[in-house]
């Protein structure tokens, strides 16, 4: 079994962040904020993804992502109408993107993309299919430099 530095070879750095769909972005920002007293440390429309999202910071550096639907063809909106609002995937951070998805297909999973994407500020990112991480979304994510 691999070490903590091993996995995603030797590219994990931790929890990046938790998405949450959810159907209003402005809804659920005051909620998150009111009730665990999380602020806004970035927000983004992504046409090319079909979402609105906001980063809420906690005080580990970890973050909680709200993500709502620009329309209903969004991968997000069709999360919803299947799922309802919750959690929609755990995302890790890792220090090289190319060699955390080298280390995932060696292991014999899939990725939903053949090359990493722009995401969040400036992110790179790729996913794990749920189907071979136990159905969890999982997201690589390389923070820009």
């Known amino acids: 079994?691999?070490?903590v530095q091993e996995a995603?070879?030797?590219?994990?750095?931790g929890?990046?962040?938790?998405?949450?769909?959810?159907?209003?972005?402005?809804?659920?920002?005051?909620?998150?904020?009111?009730?665990?007293g999380l602020k806004?440390?970035?927000?983004?429309?992504?046409i090319e993804q079909?979402?609105?999202e906001a980063m809420l910071g906690v005080a580990d550096g970890s973050r909680i992502q709200l993500i709502a639907p620009l329309n209903s063809e969004s991968t997000?909106?069709?999360?919803l109408a299947k799922n309802g609002e919750g959690i929609q995937q755990l995302a890790?951070?890792?220090?090289n993107i190319d060699l955390a998805m080298a280390a995932v297909t060696a292991a014999g999973?899939?990725?939903?993309?053949?090359?990493?994407?722009?995401?969040?500020?400036?992110?790179?990112?790729?996913?794990?299919?749920?189907?071979?991480a136990g159905g969890v979304l999982v997201e690589l994510v390389e923070l820009p430099k």
Do not use: C, Q
């Open 1 to 3: 079994m691999a070490t």
């Open 109 to 132: 999973m899939r990725l939903i993309y053949p090359d990493s994407r722009i995401g969040t500020a400036g992110s790179r990112i790729n996913f794990v299919h749920p189907k071979d």
């Open 50 to 52: 079909g979402i609105e």
């Open 8 to 13: 995603l070879g030797g590219t994990l750095l």
């Open 40 to 46: 806004v440390t970035h927000r983004e429309t992504n």
């Open 76 to 79: 997000i909106a069709k999360f």
């Open 15 to 36: 929890i990046d962040h938790v998405g949450l769909a959810v159907s209003d972005l402005d809804a659920a920002i005051d909620r998150w904020s009111k009730t665990f």
């Open 92 to 95: 890790f951070r890792v220090s």
